[in-house]
């Protein structure tokens, strides 16, 4: 079976622009994550997607938007890019999102300058 | 969610056992403990997880105290390719998926 996949795997981009990455789940599974991993942050969890719903949600200003499409393939979005924005994106996936364990892809790695 | 506390950094020599301690002197009596781990610049990678049972598969094993407020993770012959942060996370059962991340461990496998 498939892992979970992100496209693209690196990025770089300037300050104002926009940046939309995106995640294939593992077959099956309908919950997607996404998280952003900085030097200084760690790993911070963005917000989550179920049927087409966002579920939950960090705390990340409104520049970070996401949404999940009927075969459970999810886009995140981030509008007016700030320097501090460059950092390795990850999305993890789960049947359900209700206890159980997330695998996560490879991440897209975004450079913002 | 349970708060957990590791050792920033630890060596093992190649061959031998890695023995991860975590504290999560706050768990309760529904959260599970799961272990990943992150080689560097990688996703995450899932180890193992456990609610109360001691737990063994492929990769390694979870050693859970008694009364749940630690546990260990033990990599039974470590490898130079096992040199990671490994991260220890308590997350309830029935809640979303926001897993929480400290800082984890930085494990090296010395030759």
């Known amino acids: 079976k498939a892992g979970v996949t992100q496209t693209p795997r690196y990025l770089i981009k300037t300050r104002g622009q926009q940046v939309t990455l995106s995640c294939s789940p593992i077959s099956g599974h309908r919950s997607v994550s996404w998280y952003q991993q900085t030097p200084g942050q760690g790993l911070q969890f963005l917000f989550e997607?179920?049927?087409?719903?966002?579920?939950n949600k960090g705390n990340f200003p409104g520049r970070f938007s996401g949404r999940q499409f009927s075969n459970s393939r999810s886009e995140m979005n981030v509008s007016t890019l700030e320097l501090g924005d460059s950092a390795l994106y990850l999305c993890?996936?789960?049947?359900?999102?209700?206890?159980?364990?997330?695998?996560f892809g490879p991440g897209t790695r975004l450079l913002v300058l | 969610d349970a708060k957990t506390t590791q050792p920033p950094s630890m060596d093992c020599a190649e061959g031998r056992a890695a023995n991860l301690p975590c504290n999560h002197s706050t768990i309760s009596g529904n959260e599970y403990v799961y272990w990943y781990r992150q080689i560097h610049s990688q996703g995450p990678q899932y180890i193992i997880h456990?609610?109360?049972n001691n737990e063994t598969n492929e990769m390694a094993s979870l050693i859970i105290t008694e009364d749940r407020k630690s546990s260990t993770l033990i990599l039974p012959h470590a490898t130079l390719r096992d040199t990671a942060v490994y991260y220890c996370?308590?997350?309830?059962?029935?809640?979303?998926?926001?897993?929480?991340f400290g800082p984890g461990t930085r494990l090296s496998v010395l030759p």
């Open positions: 997607y179920f049927s087409e719903t966002q579920r």
């Open positions: 996370i308590v997350r309830p059962v029935l809640r979303g998926q926001n897993f929480v």
């Open positions: 993890a996936s789960s049947f359900t999102g209700t206890g159980e364990t997330q695998y």
């Open positions: 456990g609610l109360k």
